[in-house]
């Protein structure tokens, strides 16, 4: 499959245990967030996204969290399973405009 | 439902020809964006079709064009391709412009020699 970064950050975590990536962004006047999962050979997929109004989302298995003051978001990943094994990338832009700015990418690696 | 499809899946060009891509959004999808991705860059914003107008444009050269038809399909095209040109370029369909869950094609792999 296509490879999406040959040097992402790597988070390797046992399956079953709750996994957090992390992401900083740059724009201040940004003002909606997406995380998008993407899996070799295959598009990013949306996992979960958060508008600047709030500091917190919840999902099935995963929470967003946004801290506007340190321009930070992260990723909560609950009882992680080898299906989560992919690359994950924030992304962030302005409501009303489809130009997102994408982060880099962590990789996650589950271990059964 | 069918999900966005491109084609072609992989290409090869020479550089200084020209190539076209083509997405077909989800069905009552009028959205269409084009991303192009890269290991070096990641993934970048090229364009967004919505009702046939582009909406949004990304920082690329006027090699890089697009457009969408009645049906809002969307082409893209590069002209006078270049080595760096080669990418994974993808395609995100959504109902509404704006913000909303875009869903992403496989990309189209595209190799310049």
């Known amino acids: 499959g296509e490879s999406v970064g040959l040097h992402l950050p790597t988070l390797s975590v046992q399956e079953g245990d709750n996994s957090i990536i992390n992401c900083a962004y740059s724009?201040?006047?940004?003002?909606?967030f997406i995380w998008y999962k993407q899996e070799s050979g295959k598009g990013p997929q949306f996992i979960i996204d958060?508008?600047?109004?709030?500091d917190k989302r919840q999902g099935q298995r995963v929470t967003v969290l946004l801290n506007k003051t340190v321009k930070h978001l992260s990723l909560q990943i609950a009882a992680t399973q080898p299906g989560d094994s992919a690359v994950y990338f924030c992304?962030?832009?302005?409501?009303?405009?489809?130009?997102?700015?994408f982060g880099s990418g962590t990789r996650l690696q589950v271990q059964p | 439902k069918a999900g966005v499809t491109q084609t072609p899946r992989y290409l090869i060009k020479t550089r200084g020809q020209q190539v076209t891509l083509s997405c077909s959004p989800i069905s009552g999808h009028r959205s269409v964006s084009w991303y192009q991705q890269t290991p070096g860059q990641g993934l970048q914003f090229l364009f967004e079709?919505?009702?046939?107008?582009?909406?949004n444009k990304g920082n690329f050269p006027g090699r890089f064009s697009g457009r969408q038809f009645s049906n809002s399909r969307s082409e893209m095209n590069v002209s006078t391709l270049e080595l760096g040109d080669s990418a994974l370029y993808l395609c995100a369909s959504s109902f509404t412009t704006g913000v909303g869950e875009q869903y992403f094609g496989p990309g189209t792999r595209l190799t310049v020699t």
């Open positions: 958060i508008r600047s109004n709030m």
């Open positions: 724009n201040s006047a940004s003002d909606y």
């Open positions: 992304a962030e832009g302005r409501m009303g405009r489809r130009a997102l700015t």
């Open positions: 079709y919505f009702s046939e107008t582009q909406r």
